[in-house]
Structure formats: C-alpha cells, structure tokens
C-alpha cells in the first residue's frame, strides 16, 4: 500500500528538516577544507585524524537527517521520530549558544527552525497524518 500523501504542514516541516540537512553537510565540508590549510608556523595545530572523525561522524548524523527529511516529504511515517528528535537536540544547542556560550545569533539561527518543524508537525494536520495515515493500516502493515 502507498504511504498517504503528508499536508503541506509535514511538507514545510520536511523542507526545513532537509535544510537543516544540508547546513550539517556544509559544516563536514568546510571541516574537510580545514583540513587542507597548509601549517602557517603552529597557527594551524589541529589534529588531522580527530577533524576527519568530526567531518565523518556529522557526515552520517547528517545524511541520516536528510534521510529523515526526504521521507517526511514522501509520506514515510518512519521518518518522523528522528526528524522530531533532531530537532529537540537542535533545541538544546540553540538555548546553550543564546545563554552559556553567549552567541545568541547562532542560536536563534538554530532555535527557530527547530520549533517551527516541532510546531508544524505537532499541529492538528500534522498529528492527523502521523496517527490515522500509517502506512498499511487495515493490510496488516506496521
């Protein structure tokens, strides 16, 4: 049985999930750049092999994110969960770069997109799709 078509609310919350996505690509990119800068003198101490691990680790964190948001825009309802709990980690970031670390621009940057997503998907439409739209329901599907 197809997945039901998401509303537009799961749909806008899927665009953001998978620019959310590629924003964590952009940073594995710009730690792969970083690793290239040539040694100015000791100005450029970093470890090679822990940059690669970062680049690696939210390479994977990312792709998945992107997996989540594409099926969000599919009509998959699997992709919900992890989409939702990126966002509740997004939250935490944002309330510790506006308040401890004291760059409250970046924070906003990652805060607002985050509960916009919370709010689309946690909204009337969105709870809709996610209880009464699963897929395979009444064909023995999970």
């Known amino acids: 049985m197809p997945p039901s078509a998401p509303p537009r ?3 806008v919350a899927a665009v953001l999930t998978i620019a959310e996505a590629v924003a964590g690509l952009a940073f594995v990119a710009a730690l792969l750049v970083r690793t290239t800068a040539p040694d100015l003198g000791g100005v450029n101490t970093l470890d090679r092999t822990d940059t690669f691990a970062e680049a690696g680790y939210f390479g994977l964190v990312s792709l998945a994110v ?3 948001g594409i099926g969000m825009w599919r009509g998959r309802h699997w992709a919900r969960t992890p ?3 990126l966002q509740l980690i997004l939250i935490g970031i944002a309330w510790y770069a506006i308040g401890p670390s004291g760059q409250p621009l ?3 940057a990652v805060g607002v997109p985050a509960v916009v997503v919370l709010w689309l998907m946690f909204g009337k439409q969105g709870r809709e799709w996610s209880l009464y739209g699963r897929d395979g329901i009444g064909s023995g599907g999970a």
């Open 66 to 68: 992107l997996a989540a």
């Open 83 to 85: 989409a939702l709990l």
């Open 9 to 11: 609310t799961v749909r």
């Open 106 to 108: 970046f924070g906003f």
